[in-house]
């Protein structure tokens, strides 16, 4: 019964202290206190002391952000998730925040509550997804959804740990690459699939260390420039020997 309440509980009865619930609480295993969390509502707070997890709070606050859900609702029930939309700004990420807010957790605990509201089938999914990919958890699962131009996956993309130096240029061709590439969609998946690509090159910049998406196009097409054929000098290209030359 008690575990019911905490699903959905929106007050305490008033014969009953938050104290006495966390001690009550404290008799399930922290198993079953995880599984109820995800629909705890106003009792998360209570759900998480029982764990001796109450800076945990602070994934459930990103997660509320990243989502979009009003910060007044309690639960996740009622969020929306970040959809498939026209707007570049739609999953988005505070990746450093992300990164500071929930440094304190460690790994181990993090993978718990990720699992733990993947499995509750609350519209979480996306939202889950993009804060995985700033640890780089889903970084095969992404990389394969980009090739079919999975939008979650373009926003996910961005937030990936680089590992090699050419690596932002790299996945900066690729989201410009796949927004062209959109022409062959219908027009709402046309405006969808370029305004997941804005998103992933947002998203890139903050993990290549730009201050703004800006700049990192700027930067990233002043390389490509560099990377054009040189002139006077002749070049292979598949069956012609070709030369370019200032006239």
Avoid: C
């Amino acid at each position: 019964r008690l575990l019911n309440r905490m699903a959905g509980l929106s007050a305490l009865m008033p014969d009953e202290s938050p104290d006495e619930v966390i001690a009550r609480l404290k008799n399930f295993q922290p198993s079953t206190l995880l599984a109820v969390l995800p629909r705890a509502q106003m009792g998360e707070d209570l759900v998480l002391a029982a764990l001796g997890w109450p800076d945990a709070q602070v994934f459930l606050k990103l997660l509320r952000q990243i989502s979009r859900q009003s910060p007044d609702m309690a639960g996740f029930e009622s969020t929306q998730d970040v959809p498939n939309s026209v707007s570049p700004k739609s999953g988005v990420v505070d990746r450093q925040a992300v990164l500071d807010e929930l440094s304190t957790l460690g790994e181990a605990r993090i993978r718990s509550l990720v699992k733990v509201f993947r499995a509750s089938k609350l519209p979480v999914t996306n939202s889950l997804t993009l804060m995985e990919a700033v640890w780089g958890w889903t970084r095969k699962s992404v990389e394969s959804s980009v090739i079919k131009h999975g939008q979650v996956a373009m926003k996910a993309y961005g937030l990936l740990p680089l590992q090699r130096e050419d690596e932002a240029l790299e996945r900066y061709v690729r989201l410009k690459d796949i927004a062209k590439e959109a022409s062959k969609y219908g027009q709402e998946r046309q405006a969808n699939t370029r305004a997941a690509s804005e998103a992933g090159i947002a998203n890139l910049a903050q993990t290549a260390g730009f201050a703004d998406a800006g700049r990192f196009e700027w930067a990233m097409e002043a390389r490509l420039s560099h990377q054009g054929m040189p002139l006077n000098e002749r070049q292979t290209v598949g069956d012609w020997e070709v030369e370019l030359k200032l006239a």
